[in-house]
């Protein structure tokens, strides 16, 4: 009897775990708020112990530079080499995986990268000046950064379309010299991202990935040379290494886990906006997929049909898994409401699947890329639309843009004072630095005075 009851409660517990248990909210309940805050939360303060391995790691690729990237990459990805020379990829074996790949492939690669270089080619800043009143010119100057280093996560999946969104602004931005790092814990890279390096004009590539990666480039080895700036999304020991270099280089964001959210009001196929759901579900277990209507049919209509496809999908207990964690269906009192909502989670994708969307553009505050109509699923975003798919994640939204050519310019200031045009100038700087206790400051501003004494 006691057998026959643990296999019932076994099999209860398998189909339970087989089930597909997504979140339901309405606006008008009154617990609304804090289960909304309990679904949204997700810990950006990395684990103690992920800290404190990232900065050994760290720690290790600085002191002991090649020797401590070989060590680590064996240790960590499997993959056993006697120098970092064995490690690179150049040019020449970015070309030939492009010429190997079959000819559909190298066609999309090609498509997908026109269309970002001419989004991104919009995106170009020129220099500017002025001439005030006084005869002063002044402006601003753009140059690009000297390197940069791309990270292109390689563990669960390899990513050629981040090659692709993350090299291209950088050449488009005119960045000399582009230096991509990507895991490859099997020991062979993938010949499609190797393809997608070739068409996206990547210089020079590494098959190292975590932190180590992120270290090298920061820093420097005898092989690996120091970058400007690191960009690309990265698992939590990435995302950790990224938040303790910054400031000896520069970072584009911290990614948190990839989220979309989609605003319905039944006028977009069912299906549609389940298979965008699950698109962002198939990420990870952390990745977020909600639906937020005033369509309560809609709703269960959309519950009924992720049961019926689920089981089809190859990625069907990581989409479930993802759905039961973090998403959830959400229910508002009308379509107004519904950008309330949206607005407050500024997520990373919001899709306006929605009859008319252009006209409820100004509704949206903050997100990290919109898709206006139901023929704008994320997905597009994702390869083939043209803007990066590298977007701020956790709300962060509200503070942070997509990733563009700005991330790879630097701006400078350009003050171009005339002997005339500095005399007010100079008495307005003496007296403010006079005011905050810099004599010398005032001094230094003061000689460009005319009729002064110049005694010192």
Known sequence: MLISTLLVSRQAIAEFEMTLNITRLATTADDFDARLDDLLAWDTREDADVVRIVREIIESVRS?????????????????????????????????????????????????AQ???????????????????LGNRLGQRITPLARVGLYVPGGQATYPSTALMTAIPAKVAGVPEVIMVTPTPAGEASPLLLAAAHVAGIDRAFRIGGAQA????????????????????????VAAAKRLVFGQVGIDLIAGPS??????????PVDWVVMDLFSQAEHDAAAQALLVT?????????????????????????????????????????????????NRIAPEHLELAIAEPADHLSQVHHAGAIFLGPHS??????????????????GTARFSSPLGVYDFEKRSSVIEL???????????????????????????????????????
């Not at 070309?95 to 492939?105: D, K, L, N, S, T």
């Not at 270089?117 to 220099?127: L, V």
Request: net charge negative.
């Open 64 to 112: 002991q530079g090649d020797a401590a990237v070989i060590r680590l990459t064996a240790e960590l990805d499997g993959v056993a080499c006697a120098s970092v020379a064995e490690l690179e990829l150049t040019p020449a074996d970015f070309q030939r995986a492009y010429q190997a790949i079959p000819g559909v492939e190298r066609d999309a690669l090609n498509h997908a």
């Open 115 to 133: 269309r970002i270089r001419d989004f991104h080619e919009r995106q170009r800043a020129a220099d500017w000046s002025f001439e005030d009143a």
């Open 214 to 237: 992120v270290a090298a480039l920061a820093y420097g080895t005898p092989s690996i040379p120091r970058v400007d700036k690191i960009v690309g999304p990265g698992g939590a020991f």
């Open 259 to 268: 989220e979309v959210l989609v605003i319905a009001d039944g006028s977009t």
């Open 294 to 342: 005033p369509d309560a049919a809609y709703l269960d209509a959309v519950a009924d049909t992720m049961q019926r496809l689920l089981p089809a999908r190859s990625r069907e207990a990581l989409i479930r898994q993802s759905l039961n964690d973090r998403g959830a269906l959400i229910l508002t009192r009308d379509l107004a409401e519904a950008f309330v909502v949206a």
């Open 377 to 394: 699923g994320e997905v597009m975003g994702d390869y083939a639309a043209g803007p990066s798919h590298v977007l701020p994640t956790y």
């Open 418 to 456: 005339s002997a005339k045009g500095v005399q007010p100038l100079a008495q307005t700087a003496a007296t403010l630095a006079r005011g905050e206790g810099f004599e010398a400051h005032a001094r230094a501003a003061e000689l460009r005075l005319k009729d002064i004494d110049h005694n010192l």
